[in-house]
């Protein structure tokens, strides 16, 4: 008899290096980290359908495989991890959506290579909207592998070949940031969390937790007054973020003095 317990599937718990993240923002936390695969999602069923693509990707069979196998990879990514009760055999016939892939997986290795080894076959299939979205989501793969230098090298791969305006960019530069931190290359992960800060065309898009994980950085090397400026940042120009009940705990951990925030007076606006 095999007991499936639910667990979270989401990438906060693999992302996110710091062993003292609080657990009150894990709701908006798992909607900020899976805006990859909503994004997927949202390209795979409205706009190839929607637009002269379809034309493009039926066309050539190739490109129409490509969909299917990011597809099928978008189904593994969101599929959740069962875990077997003592004393079962395991043998307990898994389910499988439409696309053929199981509901769940035995563990976060299974669902990872799983996806894996779909998304390189998407991106041996050349350039295409499809082959960009599952380079990206081939670094989240490698990370949530701990394969953070093949991880680092996807990130770059997709930001060299891809626009600011691409929808997946910010979120690789994130991606990109947090495989450096992973791999102790803080230097590196901070530079990249301030791209994201000094974007503009992105407006608040993605600052706040920029400047949250920027705190959290400067906090682990006992920089008290820089971490505090970050988290002082997001607390009066992010009003409605979903960091703000962690960062109230964390400023109030900190030594009390007074601090001013960076980055300027940025009008708050809903993520």
């Known amino acids: 008899m095999v007991s499936k317990i639910k667990i979270r599937s989401d990438a906060q718990s693999l992302q996110q290096t710091d062993e003292f993240i609080e657990t009150g923002f894990e709701l908006g936390l798992w909607i900020h980290e899976n805006r990859t695969l909503a994004i997927t999602l949202f390209a795979l069923i409205f706009i190839v359908p929607g637009s002269y693509l379809i034309f493009e990707y039926f066309q050539n069979n190739q490109k129409a495989s490509s969909t299917k196998e990011l597809s099928k990879a978008v189904s593994a990514l969101s599929a959740q991890i069962t875990v077997t009760s003592e004393g079962a055999t395991g043998e307990e016939k898994k389910d499988a959506d439409k696309n053929g892939i199981p509901d ?9 290579q799983t996806a894996l080894s779909l998304l390189e076959t998407v991106t041996k299939n050349g350039n295409s909207a499809a082959s960009s979205i599952a380079l990206k989501l081939s670094g989240d793969c490698h990370f949530a592998l701990k394969d953070y230098p093949k991880a680092i090298e996807l990130y770059q791969k997709f930001l060299q070949n891809n626009p600011i305006s691409d ?29 994201i800060i000094q974007t503009t065309k992105t407006g608040t898009f993605h600052k706040d937790y920029a400047n949250f994980h920027l705190g959290r950085i400067k906090e682990m090397q006992s920089q008290t007054e820089e971490a505090k400026k970050y988290y002082l940042t997001v607390k009066e120009n992010f009003q409605k973020s979903f960091l703000l009940p ?25 993520l």
């Open 104 to 112: 769940s997986f035995s563990s976060e290795k299974e669902k990872f």
């Open 246 to 270: 962690t960062i109230e705990n964390r400023l109030a951990l900190l030594p009390h003095t007074e601090a001013k925030p960076e980055g300027g007076s940025e009008t708050p606006k809903k």
């Open 167 to 195: 929808p997946l960019h910010i979120l690789a530069i994130e991606g990109l940031a947090y495989a450096f931190e992973a791999s102790g290359q803080m230097k590196q992960a901070e530079d990249e969390l301030n791209k």
